[in-house]
């Protein structure tokens, strides 16, 4: 199947700092890729979708400023929290979906974040 | 706009007892259905997804799950439950096209010995 790497997987920082985490997609090239985020003991909530080579468009309450987007490559999605603060401190898990492809999306292992 | 209502939070059983987690959906056009399963600290793996066709769906690690329109229900069942199977479980859905999941809150499932 294909695969999806996150990193890193966790990551602890400072508050006030900005967290970079990347996302690949190591044997198939993605045109989309999203970004999601998850409170302990919840559901996926929708941060982003990602399409390479143009914009992120962001869901409704997701300040774009603050959770800068990159999907420079078919291969690469970055998701930067920039001037984190403990409330950030949470689990984002990415997916990509193969290009052309119109059913299936794989997850990478998820990253946490915990800002002190 | 499509919504998941996942009934059950939490799902003790017993190993090696039948298991049925529900899933109901919400949508005004077809969707593709999905369950995932996600480990602790992990991402998720897809454990079965219904597209079309036939609407009882075999995935991995013997689960299944069947697709009822009229119900708006994709329930994932598993006739014989182990340790192993302790995790939460996600059912999604999405619309046709390149869109993104929406998720159910997710039931964990206890698996107790």
């Known amino acids: 199947g294909a695969v999806v790497s996150q990193h890193p997987s966790r990551v602890i920082c400072k508050s006030g700092t900005s967290v970079k985490i990347e996302c690949r997609s190591l044997?198939?090239?993605?045109?989309?890729m999203f970004w999601y985020r998850q409170f302990p003991k919840q559901s996926l909530m929708l941060m982003a979708t990602?399409?390479?080579?143009?914009?992120?468009?962001?869901e409704q309450g997701v300040e774009k400023d603050k959770f800068l987007i990159n999907h420079a490559s078919l291969t690469l999605s970055t998701l930067t929290v920039t001037s984190a603060h403990p409330e950030d401190s949470s689990f984002y898990i990415c997916?990509?979906?193969?290009?052309?492809?119109?059913?299936?999306?794989?997850f990478g292992q998820g990253t946490r974040l915990t800002v002190v | 706009a499509q919504s998941v209502t996942q009934l059950d939070s939490q799902v003790p059983v017993f190993e090696e007892a039948p298991v049925e987690l529900r899933c109901n959906y919400s949508?005004?056009?077809?969707?593709?259905l999905f369950w995932y399963v996600q480990y602790p600290n992990q991402g998720l793996q897809l454990l079965l997804k219904?597209?079309?066709?036939?609407?009882l769906v075999k995935g991995i690690n013997g689960f299944e799950a069947e697709f009822n329109k009229s119900q708006t229900s994709f329930h994932l069942r598993k006739p014989s439950v182990h340790i192993s199977d302790t995790a939460e479980y996600f059912c999604?859905?999405?619309?046709?096209?390149?869109?993104?999941?929406?998720f159910g809150k997710g039931t964990r499932l206890s698996v107790i010995a």
């Open positions: 219904y597209l079309s066709g036939s609407t």
């Open positions: 990602s399409n390479e080579g143009s914009k992120a468009t962001y």
């Open positions: 999604a859905v999405r619309r046709l096209g390149n869109t993104p999941l929406v």
């Open positions: 949508s005004s056009v077809s969707v593709y």
């Open positions: 997916s990509a979906r193969r290009e052309g492809s119109n059913t299936e999306a794989f």
């Open positions: 044997d198939f090239q993605a045109t989309t």
